[in-house]
């Protein structure tokens, strides 16, 4: 599932991964989904999500309860890389102004 580009993004998810942790006695399955980001300027993001099964669960709502986790996942990422490449832009604003303001490198 990789090389998805959530609509209005302008990165793409290069890794997904779907893990299940089966827990029989508590008659439950949590499906863990972890999604990663891979581009120039933010080096690596990645968000995990998780969906909780349990022998209540109907068939029928697997599906959307997958479809929810995912989209979920997209807006985290979508936010951690934006969050990431602001910061990054302020820290190179940072070592760029150390000389000007306090007369040497940061």
């Known amino acids: 599932m990789s090389g998805v580009t959530p609509v ?22 949590i499906v863990r989904l972890t999604g990663c980001v891979e581009e120039p300027i933010v080096k690596a993001v990645c968000h995990t999500v998780s969906i909780d099964l349990t022998v209540k ?8 309860l997958l479809r929810k986790a995912y989209y979920e996942l ?24 150390c000389r000007d303001v306090i007369g040497a490198e940061c």
């Open 8 to 29: 209005g993004g302008n990165w793409v998810l290069t890794s997904l991964n779907v893990v299940p942790e089966f827990r029989v006695d508590e008659g439950r399955v």
């Open 57 to 64: 669960t109907k068939p029928e709502e697997v599906r959307e």
């Open 74 to 97: 997209l807006e985290a990422l979508d936010t951690k890389v934006k969050a990431a490449r602001i910061l990054t832009h302020l820290y190179r604003e940072l070592l760029n102004s």
